[in-house]
């Protein structure tokens, strides 16, 4: 009987195949992150716990809506802004300014801010009804006193029925409204709040209504359910937009609330009509591709609640991330852009796991990452040092493998042995991770083997599970609940192969 041994990366990103026997590896609470020239290719790095920082009591609604950072504020530094229920604030100084109050405390909002170079800086917030703005430079104090809504033009021909604001964005001194309630898209006067009956465009390549505009790469893009456009400015007072050579595409929007903006690319949760739903990504070319693998496709097949997932971007560890979560489906999956990888947060919810309990990630001026919970109204910030999230649910991370077969031989798994980091655990306690093994393609799993990782300093341990059993298809899944870093870098396995 042969031994042999072997070494696994763990190069592959989260997916599933047409069946579990044939493909189903998981990635919890995880993230890749490339480490060219380090020990492995991939270091797979584990999430975060979290704190608490602010609490507010808003007027109607729980929990996060949206949040934003604005270009300037009253001393030219940049501000966050977070929608939490039905109320805006400005976080200001490590405190929570009140700006106003807009109609919806659960539908998510949309950002955008002008490009006045004098004291009217205003921002303006869409709440899926309507759109407010206030100044972006006004003290904390007076900031409220800004705060206004709208008029809304006159839609479909009609001199009573007013536009349905659904999302807005900014391009070339014109603020740029979706509407719910209409195909066409309205934009104002140039440089000024008022919106004209007559000041509209309608998408050109399907005669789909328009879902969502968004201005990305200087160009604004407009998504219709199955197709989208690429919008010019022609410098044209009557008619300030146009689709440039070019610019249109078979690919829409499943859901509004999913397009996100990140640096230099766009993605958002595609429709292709005849098609399945996929995520999508364009570059500032304006070229579009499938950035989601046959493995995350069929995941998002079965989402019942696609059509109101949620996105958003965000920088963690040196690695750009793309979370997308339906709620109704209790999932988040999340693409690594930098690494090409894909992966899926959790959060502890009813004693279970469910969606990631976050609603939008940004960072302030000096660099700080806060972030505001779908189910509280507070806001947050990870905490390095700790592996419980703001709630006090531990952050359960694990990682479950493909099906290694070995040609069809049966093999026996006499030793596992994990090269992973060792002894920085955050107190006392000596820390554990587990280890279960499935010999019938993950139908099944045997019971928890728990091994320690290394109490504080104690960076020679190795961590080492033996005698796993035999059969032809193994799936191995580890993972840990404890107070310490979660990381991986390769698994040597050793085996006996018995033959056919």
Known sequence: MAKQAIMYQFADGM????????????????????????????????????????????????????????????????????VIGNVLYRRSNGAMIRVGAVTSGSKRVSYAENQDQTQNVY?????????????????????????????????????????VASYITYNTYRLIISCSNAVQ???????????????????????????RCMTFAGSLWIFSQFSFDIFGYTSSANNPFDVVSGGTGKVGLASGDSLVVSGDAMIWLGNVQGGARQVFAAGPSGAVKAVSTPGIDRIIEGWQGAQEAIGFAFVMNGQRLYALTSKRDKSTLVYNMTADKWTMFSSTAN???????????????????????????????????SRTDYAGNPVSRWWQGPVAINGLNRFKLLSAKLDMEVGTAF???????????SWNGGETFGQRQLKRVGAIGEYGKQVEF?????????????????????????????MEIFGR
């Not at 104002?188 to 005669?207: A, D, I, V």
């Open 123 to 163: 921002g303006y917030v869409c709440d899926g009804y309507t759109v407010f703005a206030w100044k972006l430079k006004e003290t904390d104090a007076n900031v409220a006193s800004t705060f206004f809504e709208l008029d809304m033009p006159f839609v479909n021909g009609s001199i009573t029925e007013k536009a």
């Open 351 to 385: 004693g279970g796991d469910d969606y990631w309990d976050v609603a939008d990630i940004v960072a302030d001026y000096s660099g700080t990452v806060y972030f505001v919970p779908m189910r509280s109204s507070k806001v947050c910030k990870f905490n390095a040092l």
């Open 15 to 82: 997916g599933v195949g047409p069946s579990r026997q044939s493909a189903d590896v998981r990635i919890v609470n995880m993230y890749h992150v490339p480490t060219q020239g380090g020990r492995s290719d991939f270091a797979l790095c584990d999430l975060a716990g979290s704190t608490v920082v602010n609490s507010v009591t808003p007027d109607s609604g729980v929990g996060g809506n949206g949040s934003w950072v604005s270009s300037t504020g009253p001393d030219g530094v940049p501000l966050a802004y977070h």
């Open 185 to 211: 898209w309205y934009y104002s006067e140039l440089n000024s709040n008022e919106f004209k009956s007559l000041n509209f465009e309608s998408s050109e390549s399907n005669p789909d209504s328009t879902i």
């Open 466 to 494: 033996v005698a796993m059993g035999s059969g032809y298809a193994l799936v191995m899944r580890i993972g840990t609940s404890s107070e310490v870093p979660f990381i991986l870098f390769q698994i040597r396995l050793e």
């Open 427 to 437: 107190n006392t306690s000596v820390p554990q991770i587990f280890a279960q093994f």
